[in-house]
């Protein structure tokens, strides 16, 4: 696991690059009887990268958030929401995970 700056006991988003896509893995499989109902399977990469790009059709990608949530240096979850959706006072909420 790749070491982070980290305030204690503060959570921390930061952004999936592909560096962390196995730290990514490793908490959607924590999460089996979840993947077993939504996927009928188990997580992979592949499905990490489409979780990352999934989007409702025309709106705009910045507004797109899918981070890893960090406490004392420590992955404990992935967060993936939509920023002004479906209207402009909103946060849509489309994958929350604790490990």
């Given amino acids: 696991m790749r070491e982070l700056k980290h305030i204690n006991n503060k959570f921390i988003l930061e952004p999936v690059t592909d560096d962390l896509l196995k730290d990514v893995l490793n908490i959607y499989e924590t999460n089996e009887e979840y993947f077993k109902i939504s996927m009928n399977g188990k997580p992979s990469i ?6 990352k790009n999934a989007m409702p059709p025309g709106l705009n990608f910045n507004n797109k958030k899918y981070k890893l949530i960090s406490i004392n240096g420590q992955y404990i979850g992935i967060i993936d929401y939509i920023m002004n ?10 994958l929350f995970i604790i490990h």
């Avoid at 592949?46 to 979780?51: H, K, Q």
Wanted: charged letters at 40%; zero cysteines.
């Fill in 46 to 51: 592949d499905s990490i990268i489409e979780d």
């Fill in 85 to 94: 959706y479906p209207d402009e006072d909103t946060v849509y909420i489309g």
